[in-house]
């Protein structure tokens, strides 16, 4: 661990809370052990006792109380996946979430600006810049939005769409468009994924192939996930279903489905959430290599 | 039976008939995709590196590698015998396995010979070796040339620089690490 590392911590944690309270959001906490996680393909959550997970994301429980008539929410809380270590996994993180009522992706790639400019000034007030790699990517220069169709065509001469049909898609984007973003010194926003790359996420209206779903990269290092949300509940149920298909073609666990949230997302108002990985951030302030670096204890430290 | 979720740095897999030390490894998990699993891998054998990506549910035969206990008898050709002295059983080596290593053979050397099932794939030496000189030059007293060193054989017939005060059949110590002079063995 980094000796500075806990106090990074502490102070982006600060910052974000601080951030979010003065623009009018309301701070939550929901239940971290739960029924169901929204089924995923790819994530596995931690099983606990007979029928309950801890959470992967607290966006079941986020979207329920935007339901119940809320606004603006955040929640900062530990989540878990199953299986996930490398240098920049734990399967134990710590999430920041946010929802906005009434708002779609836009909204919150302009929160993103927002809160990454007021981390960096509250954190570091000498340089305003994080660091990746060594590498400086300063949050106040403009910042970088391009659509993932041109980010594959421009970086790697190949279609998404084909690279998702060979299940390609992780390779080329892990090997040739994360390295070439790592070049930009600004953030970089990826926006407009395939609709099957998005399964909470609204397809956009003139085009059902793309979803409004974005990703934001410093350095190259992927540190959230925002869109405007789904709010059909029958197209929510069959995504789930499509998750649990896929789960079992590939040998994987069927998950329980969310029934309640499912229930109640016809009253789930347009908006927007987003998911912003605290570790990853605290490593990009404190210009830690890896997340070991960024956290008091990892798993084998124990 | 290992899975994608044991690999790291240090772990012994078979991979085509042949074990592989993970020199380098790391996950990766592009946002709510599938995980893949980098490594790059060194072949126990011929040394060469290879690079190779994963995904969830592949599974690796463990390198069933075993260190004993040898001694070296003799050499016919390029060929290096071993033999260890509890079972008896020998093992032969060729010159190109062993590398460096041969350098230092002198009989009844013990070392660590690593086995990958009934093959033998490297040995691992003691740290210092003493070996004697057998060919040098005669130390010229008051040489002002500046060489603070010259070439001598050992008895193996590997040659290596010595300071100038050493002499034809003195017994040397080699750090068999770095295959320098190390120090004169006194008496």
Known sequence: MKIDALWFRAHVIKAVRDFFWDRGFLEVETPLLIPANAPEEHINPVITLPSWQLQTSPEICMKRLLCRGHQKLFQISRCWRADERGLRHLSEFTMLEWYRADADYHTLMADCEELLQHVVSSCLPKDRVFRRNSAKIDPFAPWERIRVQEAFSRFGQVSVFDCVKKGLYEEILTTVIEPALSQFDSPVILMDYPAELAALARTKPENRELAERFELYLGGLELANGFSELTDPAEQRSRFEEANRARKASGQIELPLPEPFLKILAALPKSAGIALGIDRLVMLTAGADAIDDVVAFTPEDL | ?187
């Open chain 2, 1 to 187: 039976m290992y899975t994608v979720a044991d690999l790291k740095k240090g772990l012994k897999i078979t991979l085509d008939g042949d074990p592989y030390l993970v020199v380098a490894f790391d996950f990766v998990k592009p946002g709510k995709g599938q995980a893949l699993y980098r490594t790059k891998m060194r072949n126990m054998i011929n040394g060469t590196l290879l690079d190779r990506t994963y995904r969830s549910g592949e599974t690796f035969e463990p390198a069933s590698l075993e260190e004993r206990q040898m001694e070296y008898l003799y050499k016919e050709g390029d060929h290096y015998t071993f033999m260890d002295q509890q079972t008896y059983d020998q093992v032969v080596m060729e010159e190109e396995t062993l590398g460096d290593a041969k350098n230092y053979l002198l009989e009844n050397l013990k070392v660590e010979v690593m086995l990958f099932g009934e093959k033998a794939i490297g040995i691992s030496l003691p740290n210092f070796v003493n070996l004697r000189v057998t060919a040098t030059e005669q130390w010229a007293k008051g040489d002002t040339s500046g060489n603070d060193s010259k070439p001598a054989t050992v008895e193996t017939g590997y040659v290596l620089r010595v300071p100038p005060f050493i002499e034809e059949g003195e017994l040397i110590v080699i750090d068999t690490r770095t295959g320098e002079y190390s120090t004169r063995v006194k008496g």
